[in-house]
């Protein structure tokens, strides 16, 4: 497609359940990185990668948050055994390299809410 | 560290009247600067970039930021607003170098153009 692409688009889950969120970026980006926005809130970083390799882990808030990217395309966010803290909405962006002048292209999230 | 400022959450202002969206920032070096808006349920669009060259930047759908050095000021204009416009606007910032290559992201600023 020709955008940045997430999914699922909404995803509700019990408490203590673990999810999966995917991120399809712009084909040919080598630079991919993870955000969550809380409610009425600003975003937040959480990983970047660039190609497969993760040089920006800084943003994770504990160690029930994990990701990977294969192949320099997919990645995949994974949150462990979910607290009801964990509710965001996660935004992936893809750039075409890592380059700081270049703009971020941004999916349109998935909805996570903890029950 | 870097962070931004957008001291106001909510901006109105009539349909036809100019606008502006107030941010301000800190970096520890030269910043790359970049407005992004959001509408509802969607992720974020670029909107316009500051990278070097000329302080006035013009962006897209006739907005354009003003960068000055001295005030560490980036905001947003139109010279006439659209009820289209009406969006959350988030102020970014990076830096030229280093390893970070996140954005760090202002808290957001509501704008509602008022018909």
């Known amino acids: 497609g020709a955008g940045v692409s997430q999914s699922p688009s909404n995803k509700v889950t019990e408490k203590g359940k673990d999810v999966e969120l995917r991120c399809d970026p712009i084909?040919?980006?080598?630079?991919l990185y993870w955000y969550r926005q809380r409610l009425g809130q600003g975003l937040e970083f959480l990983i970047y990668?660039?190609?497969?390799?993760?040089?920006?882990k800084s943003g994770l808030p504990s160690d029930r948050f994990s990701a990977e990217r294969t192949g320099e395309s997919v990645s995949t966010l994974t949150i462990q055994r979910t607290q009801q803290e964990d509710s965001a909405v996660y935004l992936c962006?893809?750039?075409?390299?890592?380059?700081?002048?270049?703009?971020?292209?941004f999916g349109d999230g998935t909805r996570l809410s903890i029950l | 560290a870097q962070s931004v400022a957008q001291p106001e959450d909510q901006v109105n202002v009539a349909e036809g009247n100019p606008l502006t969206v107030k941010c301000t920032y800190s970096?520890?070096?030269?910043?790359?600067l970049f407005w992004y808006v959001q509408y509802p349920n969607r992720g974020l669009q670029f909107l316009l970039k500051?990278?070097?060259?000329?302080?006035l930047v013009k962006g897209s759908y006739g907005f354009e930021a003003e960068f000055n050095k001295s005030q560490t000021s980036f905001h947003l204009k139109k010279p006439s607003a659209l009820v289209s416009d009406s969006a959350l606007y988030f102020c970014?910032?990076?830096?030229?170098?280093?390893?970070?290559?996140?954005?760090?992201f202002g808290s957001g600023t509501q704008l509602t153009v008022l018909p």
């Open positions: 962006a893809s750039s075409q390299d890592g380059h700081s002048n270049q703009p971020q292209h």
């Open positions: 084909s040919g980006h080598t630079a």
């Open positions: 990668f660039q190609g497969n390799s993760a040089p920006d």
């Open positions: 970096v520890s070096g030269n910043p790359y």
């Open positions: 500051y990278i070097t060259g000329d302080n």
């Open positions: 970014a910032v990076r830096l030229h170098s280093g390893s970070a290559r996140q954005l760090t």
